[in-house]
C-alpha cells in the first residue's frame, strides 16, 4: 500500500504530467511568463513514470523551481520505501529513511529566453538563450548553462552565431566581483570553480587568465596571467606572469613578472610581486625616470617611496641623482578630513654641483610648498598658501614655464577666531613676500587683528523708524604688526662690491629681527546715511585713527657733522588724527526708445557723485608729530615726522579741505533674442562703466585740483574685454635744459601752479594711460573654463588629483581654442621721454584627431623685440596611455620632455618618461 505521503506525490505528478503533454508550456495568452509549482516528484516503479525528458519552450523568461526542485527529497528513500509496502505487507516491516539535509544552502532561482531542458532521469537542467542562474549573491549568466543536481555543480559556456561571433560569454558575478570566461564550472558543496580563459575586472584593474581556480575563500589562482587597466580584450599593455593569486579586499601576489606591450616583452619586472588591490590605499615602491643633461649627466628621478599611512594621509618620499655629483629629495605629504579640512606639503632640496665652487650651478637649494584649505565655516579657521624658498631654486631646478618664469612670490598662513555671541572677530597672519630675482624679501610675523562688527548704538532709542541716528553706525579695527626684511643697512649704491639683499639665514636673521618695525594702529569709522529731495542720497561720515608705538624718532641738526642726526628714544608713543566727510549720490535714467525690428531701446544711467572731506594739518606744534628742523648749513628747515618709515607710519602732512566729483556712466541696449521661439528681448550692455574723477583741495597753498582720471569698461560682442585707464595731468612743465649722456636723455624741468588750457595744451597732459584687451575666439571653451571641473569627477581621490594637477586636465570635447591678450601702458611726466611697455600673449589648443591635441603658447615682447617663452605640446588619448610631449624651443628654459603614462590611477607610478632639461642647452 502506498503510504499517504506518497499517494499525495504521485497524484501531483500524475496532474503535472498530463498537463504537460496537454499544453506548451511556454505558451499563454499574450505575453506573459509562466510560472511551475514548487516541487515536482519523481518516482522509479512500474506504477507511474512519466515521460523521462520534458521540454519548455517560451519567447518569454522561463522561471522553474529551484532549490526545492529536487534537494527537499531522496529519490531511493522513496523507492525503497514502496517496494517494503508492497512486498512484506507489514505495517511493522515498514522502511523509512529520514531526508538528509541538502548542501545547497538557499535557493536557486534560474531562467532562459530561448528554451529550459529537464532530464528527471539524470537530474539535469540545461538552460539555452542567454540564461540566468541567482544563488545568494552569485549570479551566472551565460548562452548555455547545465545544472548537474548529483554533483551540485553548475557548468557554463557560450555560443557562436553564423559568423562565428562569441554569443553569451559566461559571466560570473559575485558580490562586487565580476569574471568573464570562455567556460566555467561551479561546485554549490565546496563553493570551489574551475574556469578556463578568464577576464575578471577588481576596480580600474583587469585580469587575464588561461586556466583559473577559485577556492572556498573566493581567491583566484591564475595560471599565465595578465594584470593590466586596459579594458580591452586584447590589452595595449599588461604586467604578464606564469602565476598570479587574487586575494579580494587584500592583495594581488605574482611570481616571476614583466611588461609587456601587446605581445612585446620588455626587461622591466621582477621575481615576485605585489600589486595594489583596487579600493584600497597600499605602499610601494616609485619606480624613477631616466634620462640625461649636459651639465648635470645621466639621472634618476623621482624614484623612492610611496607611504599609504591610512584613509586620511599619505606621503611619498622621492630622489634624484645625477652622475655629476648633483642629488636632491622630495616629501610630499598629503592629509584629509572629510568636512573639515584638507592639505598638501611639499619639501624639496636640491644640491646643485657645476664644473667649479664658482659656477652659478653649484648651489644648496630649497623651497616649501604648502597649502591649507578648511572646509567648514566654524568659529575657529586655519588656512594657510606657501610658496617660497632659496632665490637660486627657480634658475637651477626646472619646474614648470609658469614657475621658472615668474619672480615674485608670496606667502601667508591666517588663524581666525569668530567669538559667538559678541559682533568680535580676531586673527592671526604671517605674511611674506620674496622677489627670487632681486633677492628682496619681507615678512610680516606676526600680524594681529581685533575687529569689532558695525552695529547700531542708537537704534534702540528711535525704536527703527530708519532715521538719520536709527543708520548710525560704529565699527572698531585693532592691528597689530611685526615686520622685518632682508635689506642690507650698511647698502651704498656708490660703492662697489656692496650687496643691497641680504641672504636670509642663521647669521643675518638677529641683525634683520633687531631691526624689525612694529606697532599698532586703531581705526574707529562712524557713519550714518539720510535722503534729500527724495533721489539724493547722504552720507556723512567721521574717522579716528590712533597710533600706537613702542619709539620715537628725535632729529636735530649737527654743527660739526653738517648734517641731520636721527636719534630713536624708547618709550610708548601714540599718536591720533581724524578727519570728517560727506558724500552725496544719485541717478538719473535716461531712454531712447527705437522703431526696429533688432532694437527696442537704449538706456543710459548716470550716477554723479560728491564728496566733501576735511582734516587738519597735524605738523602743527600742538599735535606734536611733526619737528621743523634745520637740514642745511644755509639755516633752510625742513619737517619730520617722528614715525618716518614705521610700519603703519603716521598721520599726514598738511591741512586739508577737499572736493571730489566723479561721473559714472552705463550704456544698455534692449534687443530681441534670436534664440528665444517668442522672441523676447534681451538686455546686451554696450558699455560696462565709463567715469571721470577728480578733486580740489580747497585749502592747500598750491596745486590744488588733483589729476583728472577716466576709466572705461566694457565687452563687446560678448567676446571682446576692454579696459582703459588714463589720467591727466591739469598742470602746466616748464623745460630748464636738457642733457644727452651716451644716448641717454635726461630733462630738467618745473613744474608750476598754471593749468594747461589756459596756455593752449587742452585739459592737461598725459601721464599715465593703459589698456588691455582679451579675448577667446571659441566661446564654448571661454564657458567650460568657467565651469567647476571637479564637477565632471566622481570619487574624492579624482578631484583631489585635479586640483593638485588642473595643468594635466585635457577637455577633448572643445575643438579649438585660442586666447589672445594685448597689453600697453603708458608712462609720461612733463617733457620726459615716454616710457611704452608693450606685450602680447596668446595660448590655446586644437584637436587634429578625435584623440589628439596640441597645445601652445607664445607671446611678444614689444619692448626688448623678442619673442616671449614658447612652448608647444601634443597629448595623445592611447586609450589606457595619454602620450604627451612638451617642447621648449628656445630661451632659458630651452627643454623637451617625452611622457607614456597609464591613465588609471592604480598605475600613475607606472610610466615611461625621456626628458631633456635646460641644463642641456647651455
Known amino acids: 500500500m502506498l503510504s499517504i505521503k506518497n499517494a499525495l506525490l504521485l497524484a501531483i505528478g500524475i496532474i503535472i504530467s498530463t498537463w504537460g503533454h496537454g499544453q506548451n508550456l511556454g505558451q499563454k495568452s499574450g505575453q506573459d511568463s509562466v510560472a511551475i509549482g514548487e516541487q515536482l516528484p519523481i518516482l522509479k516503479g512500474d506504477t507511474l513514470v512519466p515521460k523521462p525528458e520534458q521540454r519548455f519552450l517560451g519567447s518569454d523568461t522561463l522561471s522553474l523551481p529551484g532549490s526545492d526542485f529536487f534537494q527537499n527529497m531522496d529519490i531511493d528513500s522513496l523507492v525503497n520505501e514502496q517496494l517494503a509496502a508492497d512486498t512484506l505487507k507489514s505495517d511493522s516491516a515498514k522502511v523509512a529513511k529520514e531526508i538528509p539535509k541538502s548542501d545547497i544552502e538557499t535557493a536557486i532561482k534560474y531562467e532562459a529566453a530561448d528554451s529550459i531542458f529537464l532530464d528527471v532521469n539524470t ?177 634618476l628621478k623621482d624614484g623612492g617611496y610611496y607611504f599609504a599611512i591610512n584613509d586620511y594621509m599619505d606621503l611619498a618620499l622621492t630622489a634624484q641623482v645625477f652622475s655629476k655629483g648633483s642629488y636632491g629629495a622630495t616629501s610630499d605629504f598629503r592629509y584629509k578630513k572629510r568636512y573639515a579640512f584638507n592639505g598638501n606639503m611639499n619639501l624639496s632640496y636640491n644640491r646643485n654641483k657645476g664644473e667649479n665652487e664658482e659656477d652659478s650651478l653649484s648651489t644648496k637649494d630649497y623651497w616649501i610648498r604648502w597649502s591649507h584649505t578648511p572646509e567648514t565655516k566654524g568659529t575657529f579657521r586655519i588656512s594657510s598658501s606657501v610658496n617660497a624658498g632659496s632665490s637660486t631654486y627657480s634658475q637651477n631646478n626646472y619646474q614648470s614655464v609658469q614657475f621658472n618664469t615668474n619672480s615674485q612670490f608670496n606667502s601667508s598662513v591666517s588663524m581666525s577666531k569668530t567669538f559667538t555671541g559678541t559682533p568680535f572677530n580676531a586673527s592671526l597672519n604671517f605674511r611674506q613676500s620674496q622677489n627670487v630675482q632681486t633677492k628682496s624679501m619681507t615678512i610680516s610675523a606676526p600680524e594681529f587683528t581685533l575687529n569689532t562688527n558695525r552695529f547700531f548704538p542708537l537704534a534702540w532709542i528711535t525704536s527703527g523708524n530708519a532715521s538719520v541716528l536709527d543708520k548710525l553706525s560704529v565699527s572698531h579695527n585693532f592691528s597689530l604688526k611685526n615686520e622685518f626684511n632682508n635689506t642690507n643697512p650698511n647698502y651704498n649704491a656708490n660703492i662697489d662690491g656692496s650687496e643691497q639683499y641680504l641672504p636670509v639665514n642663521s647669521d643675518n636673521l638677529p641683525g634683520m629681527l633687531r631691526n624689525s618695525k612694529n606697532g599698532g594702529r586703531h581705526s574707529v569709522p562712524i557713519s550714518t546715511t539720510f535722503n534729500v529731495l527724495k533721489f539724493i542720497s547722504v552720507s556723512p561720515s567721521f574717522n579716528y585713527t590712533e597710533w600706537w608705538y613702542l619709539k620715537e624718532l628725535n632729529r636735530r641738526w649737527d654743527d660739526e657733522q653738517k648734517e641731520v642726526v636721527t636719534d630713536t628714544v624708547r618709550g610708548f608713543s601714540r599718536a591720533g588724527s581724524y578727519s570728517f566727510g560727506t558724500g552725496f549720490s544719485t541717478r538719473l535714467y535716461g531712454m531712447v526708445f527705437v522703431k526696429g525690428e533688432k532694437v527696442e531701446a537704449i538706456r543710459h544711467v548716470i550716477t554723479p557723485t560728491i564728496s566733501l572731506s576735511y582734516s587738519p594739518d597735524f605738523s602743527e606744534e600742538r599735535f606734536g608729530v611733526y619737528q621743523n628742523v634745520q637740514s642745511d648749513s644755509l639755516g633752510r628747515t625742513k619737517l619730520y615726522s617722528k614715525y618716518d618709515g614705521f610700519v603703519f607710519g603716521g598721520p599726514g602732512l598738511g591741512k586739508s579741505g577737499s572736493i571730489g566729483f566723479s561721473l559714472n556712466n552705463n550704456f544698455e541696449m534692449k534687443v530681441r533674442d534670436r534664440k528665444d521661439s517668442t522672441q523676447e528681448f534681451k538686455k546686451v550692455k554696450l558699455l560696462d562703466n565709463l567715469s571721470i574723477s577728480s578733486g580740489y583741495n580747497l585749502l592747500a597753498d598750491s596745486f590744488n585740483l588733483s589729476t583728472i582720471g577716466f576709466t572705461t569698461r566694457t565687452l563687446l560682442f560678448n567676446k571682446l574685454d576692454i579696459n582703459y585707464r588714463m589720467t591727466l595731468d591739469p598742470y602746466l612743465y616748464v623745460l630748464d635744459s636738457t642733457t644727452n649722456t651716451g644716448g641717454v636723455r635726461k630733462v630738467y624741468q618745473t613744474k608750476v601752479d598754471e593749468y594747461t588750457w589756459n596756455h593752449g595744451q587742452g585739459i592737461g597732459n598725459l601721464s599715465n594711460a593703459s589698456i588691455a584687451l582679451s579675448t577667446s575666439l571659441n566661446p564654448k571653451a571661454q564657458k567650460e573654463q568657467n565651469k567647476d571641473k571637479e564637477s565632471e569627477f566622481g570619487t574624492e581621490e579624482e578631484k583631489d588629483y585635479i586640483r593638485t594637477h588642473p595643468d594635466q586636465y585635457v577637455d577633448f570635447n572643445i575643438p579649438w581654442d585660442l586666447r589672445l591678450s594685448y597689453n600697453v601702458d603708458f608712462r609720461k611726466t612733463g617733457f620726459a621721454d615716454p616710457v611704452v611697455t608693450q606685450s602680447f600673449t596668446m595660448n590655446g589648443n586644437t584637436s587634429i584627431t578625435e584623440n589628439t591635441k596640441i597645445t601652445f603658447s607664445s607671446g611678444y615682447d614689444f619692448k626688448n623685440k623678442e619673442i616671449t617663452q614658447t612652448r608647444l605640446g601634443i597629448i595623445r588619448d592611447i586609450h589606457c596611455w595619454e602620450l604627451s610631449v612638451d617642447w621648449t624651443p628656445f630661451g632659458r628654459f630651452t627643454s623637451y620632455s617625452v611622457t607614456l603614462r597609464a591613465k588609471s590611477a592604480l598605475l600613475q607610478d607606472l610610466k615611461l618618461s625621456k626628458q631633456r632639461s635646460f641644463f642641456d642647452s647651455f
Not at 583587469?206 to 596571467?225: C, P, Q
Open 123 to 299: 537530474q539535469r537542467v540545461m538552460l539555452y538563450g542567454e540564461g540566468k542562474i541567482n544563488y545568494g549573491k552569485i549570479e551566472l549568466q551565460g548562452s548555455r548553462i547545465d545544472i548537474d543536481w548529483p554533483t551540485n555543480t553548475i557548468k557554463a559556456n557560450y555560443t557562436t552565431d553564423s559568423l562565428g561571433k562569441k554569443v553569451g560569454v559566461p559571466v560570473f558575478t559575485e558580490g562586487d566581483e565580476s569574471y568573464n570566461a570562455q567556460d566555467m564550472t561551479y561546485n554549490f558543496k565546496t563553493r570551489k570553480a574551475l574556469v578556463n580563459g578568464i577576464v575578471t575586472q577588481q576596480g580600474d584593474a583587469y585580469m587575464h587568465g588561461e586556466k583559473v581556480k577559485m577556492n572556498a575563500s573566493s581567491e583566484l589562482f591564475i595560471r599565465n596571467a595578465k594584470y593590466t587597466t586596459c579594458n580591452l580584450e586584447d590589452p595595449h599593455f599588461h604586467i604578464a606572469s606564469s602565476k598570479l593569486k587574487v586575494i579580494p579586499g587584500n592583495k594581488v601576489v605574482s611570481g616571476h613578472f614583466n611588461l609587456h606591450f601587446r605581445s612585446i616583452p620588455t626587461p622591466l619586472g621582477f621575481a615576485f610581486g605585489m600589486f595594489p588591490q583596487p579600493k584600497k590605499k597600499v605602499s610601494g615602491v616609485l619606480v624613477p625616470k631616466y634620462g640625461e643633461e649636459r651639465r648635470r649627466g645621466f639621472f
